[in-house]
């Protein structure tokens, strides 16, 4: 059962919602297939796990205004990864370990054990010695009703650790134990402590699983660690790395000494949009990652998070995305299959070969909300540099550039919608390849890009107006040569209507 304080803090969140979700969902900049909260404001996503016959989202949220603060766990289910039901808070801050009024309830995980769903989290307080960090237990049987533990907090930050740089414990389960990565600071550098329990309520030490030596800043957020194939894969949001958002290593993991040994590491994603990602093991065993289509204030690019929070609501998940390895160790992101679905396929635009020259005006659906796909045709390509214009008002808009000459890819928005700024890039690996393809999902207030079988990701919001929708080809010498175009409008996913009972 829950205490007095918590029932009343769920239900306050859960009428706040109730009451201004059919208002929220009348925005029109609401997204149209990606994940949302019902209102208020949503950043990292915590526990993604399939449950019980479902996939379950729990998300970072504040029911009660479109900012950051006074952080809940929001709860949605779905059978397929892409049709949500929002379901009552999962966690509303009502403990004094997590009663900090500008914390809460802070990112975590979650695991099964024996048909019971936990969820480990960071309870965040201030009792006038600071910002105090600690991890937390809760669960649930039902997947609707929560219990925290009455053992709460299960971790302390240890010595020379400060207790605001102690949060986002990973869980999982790994030879017959439970392990816990956990973000961590120690003498101003990065670092992920790794735990082990047998029953997710005791918690000892193992060890410093992986650390920075200065090169990779001054802390891991949302630590995610997981095996893909041989190998181990540990992402990280690392605070003080400049433009990196999201950063990957590959190696090998010793259980037994509590090691991680990277061997390559890379970029996530290079857009300035994808945060704090975490990861979930589908029943058909696909790795699939979510992450939070936004980034924070003190982060070199940022402006700020756009125009939503006038409608109520601010905040959106990215596509969800399949990760595998390639032959070389790098990660590859791919849209999960599940995306096809949505794509109408009765309006599709088809171009088994394209070659522009000076200006292609291209028709995909509505121009806001579609998922288009071709190669580029390296060999017949004659041009220096290609630029597709997405999200335009004829003039300015969003600019993808393939400079060729130079081997690199920039996103630009810094003309785009009068909010977002930056220009993102990265190194366009040519050599030996005769084409290069791309796929873009394109959504009311983001571009996802994915190039080169998904080794080269950018994900950035774009707040345009609706009217802006002209989608372009630009060449400025030479020739461009498309092949194999396919484009579809993606059909809108309904905004999730409260299908929850207020108790
Ligand atoms: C990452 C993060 C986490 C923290 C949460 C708070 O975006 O800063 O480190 O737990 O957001 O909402």
Redesign the pocket.
């Known amino acids: 059962m829950n205490n007095r304080k918590e029932q009343q803090m769920l239900r306050r969140g859960n009428e706040f919602i109730a009451a201004h979700a059919s208002s929220v969902a009348a925005s029109v900049l609401r997204q149209r297939y990606h994940f949302m909260g019902p209102g208020g404001w949503i950043?990292?996503p915590n526990g993604l796990v399939f449950f019980r016959g479902q996939y379950h989202f729990f998300y970072?949220f504040n029911p009660f205004e479109p900012f950051?603060s006074h952080?809940h766990w929001g709860h949605a289910v779905s059978d397929d990864l892409i049709h949500w039901k929002h379901l009552p808070i999962a966690l509303a801050p009502s403990e004094e370990y997590e009663c900090h009024p500008r914390g809460g309830c802070?990112?975590g995980s979650t695991i099964e054990k024996d048909g019971r769903l936990y969820l480990i989290y960071?309870g965040t307080s201030n009792h006038g010695n600071g910002f105090v960090q600690t991890q937390c237990v809760a669960w649930t049987d039902d997947g609707i009703n929560f219990v925290k533990y009455e053992g709460n907090p299960v971790l302390r930050a240890p010595q020379g650790v400060p207790t605001d740089f102690f949060?986002?414990p990973k869980v999982f389960e790994y030879g017959g134990k439970y392990f816990l990565v956990c973000g961590a600071q120690r003498e101003g550098r990065a670092q992920a402590l790794l735990y082990s329990s047998q029953d997710l309520l005791q918690w000892e030490f193992v060890n410093v699983l992986f650390e920075s030596r200065g090169e990779w800043g001054f802390m891991w957020?949302?630590p995610d660690f997981f095996p893909l194939g041989e190998k181990w894969v540990f992402v990280c949001?690392p605070m003080g790395v400049g433009e990196r958002t999201c950063v990957y290593f590959v190696g090998d993991f010793d259980a037994e000494r509590g090691r991680f040994f990277p061997q390559v590491n890379g970029e996530v994603d290079w857009g300035f949009d994808f945060?704090?990602p975490q990861s979930l093991q589908t029943p058909d065993n696909r790795r699939v990652m979510v992450g939070?289509a936004n980034g924070?204030d003190w982060m070199p690019f940022w402006k700020d998070w756009g125009p939503t929070w006038r409608d109520g609501w601010c905040g959106a998940f990215g596509v969800p995305r399949q990760v595998t390895l390639d032959e070389s160790l790098h990660l590859v992101s791919k849209p999960i299959a599940e995306i096809n679905t949505l794509r109408d396929l009765g309006k599709k635009t088809e171009h088994a070969s394209l070659a522009v020259d000076s200006t292609y005006k291209l028709n995909v659906g509505d121009g806001v909300s579609y998922d288009l796909s071709f190669e580029v045709d390296l060999e017949a390509t004659s041009a220096s540099c290609a630029e597709l214009l997405l999200r335009s008002d004829g003039e300015e808009g969003l600019r993808i550039q393939w400079d060729f000459d130079n081997a690199e890819l920039r996103v630009e928005r810094d003309r785009a919608d009068g909010w977002s700024t930056g220009v993102s890039r990265s190194p366009l690996c040519l050599m030996g390849k005769s084409q290069l393809d791309v796929r873009i999902c394109v959504d009311v207030c983001s571009v996802e890009l994915f190039v080169d079988g998904g080794r080269i990701v950018h994900s950035m919001n774009d707040f345009a107006p609706l009217e802006n929708k002209e989608i372009r080809f630009k060449v400025a010498d030479g020739q461009l040569v498309i092949k194999n175009l396919t484009g579809y409008p993606m059909k809108a996913v309904a905004d999730p209507a409260l299908t929850f009972e207020l108790h």
């Open positions: 950043n990292d970072q950051w952080m802070f990112s960071t949060r986002d957020e949302c949001s945060y704090a939070w924070w």
